[in-house]
C-alpha cells in the first residue's frame, strides 16, 4: 500500500482480519510529517485491520468515527490521531510498541476506549502541547502494560472517566493539571 486509504464520511472500511504494511508513505520512527494509513471522514468506520510496521502516522480522523478490532502491532509516530471535533469510539482495539504516543488529540472531542488493550508505551493519550482543548475520555475496561501515562495532558479542560481497567508497570496513570480531572464512575 503506498497511498492513504480514505474512508469517506459515513462508510465502513471492514478490513476482514488483513494486515497493511505501507511502503513510502514514512519509516514509523518519531519522525512527525509521515502520512497516514487510513483518514476517516465524518462518521466512517474502520474494523478488522492490522497496521503492520511500518505504522507511519497511523489513523488521522476528522468527525466522529469508530474504531473495531483496529490492531497496530508496532505503533509508527502515533497510531490515531483526532484531527477536528468529533467523538472516537474504540472497541476491542490493541496497540502494542508505541515509542510514544498512541492516541494524538489535537482538537475537542469525547473519546471512548472500550477494552482497549495498551502493552509498551509512552503515553496512551496525549493532547497537543499545552492547547486547552476540551475532551473527555471514557475508559471502560481495557488492559494498560508497560508505559509512563495512560493519559498526559496540559488541559484543564479534559476530563477522564474510568472503569473496570487492569494496569501493571506504568509508571503514573494520569499526568493532569488537577487530579479532580479523573474519576471512576
Ligand atoms: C507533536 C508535534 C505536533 C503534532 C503532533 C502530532 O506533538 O509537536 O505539532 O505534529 O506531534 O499530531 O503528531
Ligand atoms: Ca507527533
Ligand atoms: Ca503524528
Same mark, same amino acid.
Given at each position: 500500500?503506498?497511498?492513504?486509504?480514505?474512508?469517506?464520511?459515513?462508510?465502513?472500511?471492514?478490513?476482514?482480519?488483513?494486515?497493511?504494511?505501507?511502503?513510502?508513505?514514512?519509516?514509523?520512527?518519531?519522525?512527525?510529517?509521515?502520512?497516514?494509513? @487510513?483518514?476517516?471522514?465524518?462518521?466512517?468506520?474502520?474494523?478488522?485491520?492490522?497496521?503492520?510496521?511500518?505504522?507511519?502516522?497511523?489513523?488521522?480522523?476528522?468527525?466522529?468515527?469508530?474504531?473495531?478490532?483496529?490492531?497496530?502491532?508496532?505503533?509508527?509516530?502515533?497510531?490515531?490521531? #483526532?484531527?477536528?471535533?468529533?467523538?472516537?469510539?474504540?472497541?476491542?482495539?490493541?496497540?502494542?510498541?508505541?515509542?510514544?504516543?498512541? #492516541?494524538?488529540?489535537?482538537?475537542? *472531542?469525547?473519546?471512548?476506549?472500550?477494552? @482497549?488493550?495498551?502493552? $509498551? @508505551?509512552?503515553?496512551?493519550?496525549?493532547?497537543? *502541547?499545552?492547547?486547552?482543548?476540551?475532551?473527555?475520555?471514557?475508559?471502560? *475496561?481495557?488492559? @494498560?502494560?508497560?508505559?509512563?501515562?495512560?493519559?498526559?495532558?496540559?488541559?484543564?479542560?479534559?476530563?477522564?472517566?474510568?472503569?473496570?481497567?487492569? $494496569?501493571?508497570?506504568? $509508571?503514573?496513570?494520569?499526568?493532569?493539571?488537577?487530579?479532580?480531572?479523573?474519576?471512576?464512575?
Amino acid at each position: 500500500m503506498t497511498q492513504t486509504i480514505l474512508v469517506k464520511a459515513g462508510q465502513t472500511y471492514d478490513g476482514g482480519g488483513n494486515t497493511i504494511i505501507a511502503s513510502g508513505m514514512g519509516d514509523g520512527s518519531q519522525a512527525e510529517d509521515q502520512k497516514p494509513i @487510513f483518514r476517516l471522514e465524518n462518521g466512517a468506520v474502520l474494523k478488522n485491520v492490522k497496521i503492520g510496521a511500518p505504522g507511519c502516522d497511523g489513523v488521522h480522523v476528522y468527525g466522529n468515527a469508530t474504531l473495531e478490532n483496529v490492531q497496530w502491532p508496532d505503533v509508527g509516530e502515533d497510531a490515531m490521531t #483526532l484531527k477536528s471535533k468529533g467523538t472516537v469510539t474504540l472497541t476491542n482495539c490493541v496497540a502494542q510498541k508505541a515509542y510514544d504516543k498512541i #492516541l494524538q488529540i489535537n482538537a475537542d *472531542g469525547t473519546i471512548i476506549l472500550n477494552n @482497549f488493550k495498551a502493552t $509498551t @508505551f509512552g503515553k496512551v493519550l496525549r493532547t497537543n *502541547g499545552s492547547g486547552q482543548y476540551a475532551v473527555t475520555v471514557t475508559i471502560n *475496561g481495557g488492559t @494498560f502494560s508497560g508505559g509512563t501515562n495512560i493519559v498526559c495532558t496540559e488541559s484543564v479542560n479534559l476530563r477522564v472517566r474510568y472503569r473496570n481497567i487492569t $494496569t501493571s508497570s506504568v $509508571t503514573k496513570l494520569w499526568e493532569v493539571p488537577n487530579s479532580s480531572q479523573v474519576s471512576t464512575y
